[in-house]
């Protein structure tokens, strides 16, 4: 339920009430529990326009505001606020239609919007490494909030497998005999064997260097070991994709090389566009206050990353039909898509209305706030990192309970990635941030593993309780009103989490609303002897639904929930 907007519609009848003629202005979440529930901040803005106190004016909007429905009590505050108390019977029941509803009451949008996510691509001549780390993850989150908001989401996966280095990969697993998945078990370490191949040996680099050419005139063998490669080296990734439980398959591929054929194209409606500049044998364009033009052509013909994403821009924007394009990309390639928004715009690649937003991310750094790298300087392999989280995983829950083997490997696996995936998704995601694996991995504060344990936690009420489900929830002190409140807060969260492509939105609510969960249930017991039946029922609903909402909020971070821990 879109409790924020409710709460808006209060207000704007009190405007029309008191023939205030202006655009409504909407509530805030109130920041503390002694200014109500939501707050109204307008009364300062409407001063000027109406030429009068803003106290004046809040104090026409409380008179004027209707409390017999949703908003019970308001108060002015300071130099005009007013705070707003919401109603305990409303609240009640619509948490308990909220109980009622599989989307534990959150709509799907009236009008759905066709988005295309580009994330996670990873170059295939290389292992994946940090930086496709978190935009594997923001990405695959932002794809499920979306499409659990009812978007029509397309998600991309942009993997970098042209260019020129595969003509020394290919001639060197050509070298390494035929199947060569063997020697590709560790695509670092092959990409290092080849390149040092490569640099010693010069009939071998002339051979590569022919390679080049020969994929990309299309010669049969080449483009068989070019494609061998290449479905080895994904298969690397899927492996990563796998174990990190997110939603991408090869049906998510559209690599660089699909848009190949369109590069010519895209360079001819430049130039139609009278977009196109020489520059030292290239083809540029010198955008208005930009210092540094975007080549879209090299002097020997061959194209760049740029060129190819205007290719995709104006794929994803006229084939796909997209409304909006996120990129989930390293912020340090913001230059870029700054550049490439501004020519499709301009050329007319991609309609006016169309959204293009570039959901850049910081670096990923290690304790000692060095960019994250293996000890002796190279690169984290994502699956080693994976691996070490399941095991630390096992280590950090073990110390809890005694499971049986395959419990606790089943455990360690959600709980693991579950909280490599959090640690990533509650940072606001254009920061750096620390990689730490005892923070992560903790029970207390905003952890996946706090959160885990929350939901378990109430479980293990459900399963100690016998009686059946059914009854009302009334709410009976300020705890509850406060949980019962920012329960029904959720589908707000959501909304804006999936307009600011912000994961930390989400995880900022659910660390708030476990918070309170854990303070509502020391303070007010369930099964305890001595609670009435009534209570008790209430306070059953609200910890179910308390439950329900926490399993969505993580299921849409792509973290699971145990039953048990
Ligand atoms: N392959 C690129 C990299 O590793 C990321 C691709 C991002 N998507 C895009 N359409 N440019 O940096």
Known sequence: MKLKEEVNKVIASAFDKAGIDTAPIPVTEATKPEFGDYQFNGAMALAKALKQNPRQIAQTIVENLDLNGIITKAEIAGPGFINLWLNDTFIAQKAAEARADERIGVMERERPVKVVVDYSGPNMAKQMHVGHLRSTIIGDTLANLLSFLGDDVIRQNHIGDWGTQFGMLIAYLEEMGEDGSGSLKDLEQFYKDAKARFDADEVFADKAREYVVKIQSGDAHCLNLWKKFIDISLGHCEEVYEKLDVNLSRDDVRAESFYNDTLAKVIEDLDSAGMLKESDGAQCIFLEGEEIPVIVQKKDGGYLYATTDLAALYY???????????????????????????VAKEAGFVPEDVRLEHVAFGTMMDKNGKPFKTRDGGTVKLIDLLDEAIVRAKEAITAKDNYSPEELERLA??????????????????SNYVFDWDKMLSFEGNTSLYMQYAYARIQSIFRKYEGALSGEIEISDTLEHRLAVMLLRFEDILIRAADDAAPNQITTYLYELVTLFMRFYEKNPILKEGVDEKTRTSRLLLADLTARTIKQGLNLLGIQVVERL
């Open 316 to 342: 994803r924007a006229n084939v796909l039909g997209a409304k909006r394009i996120s990129y989930v990309v390293d912020a340090r390639q913001g230059g870029h898509f700054k550049q490439v928004f501004r």
């Open 413 to 430: 696996k959600i709980v693991g990635i579950g909280a490599v995936k959090y640690a990533d998704l509650s940072i606001n995601r254009e």
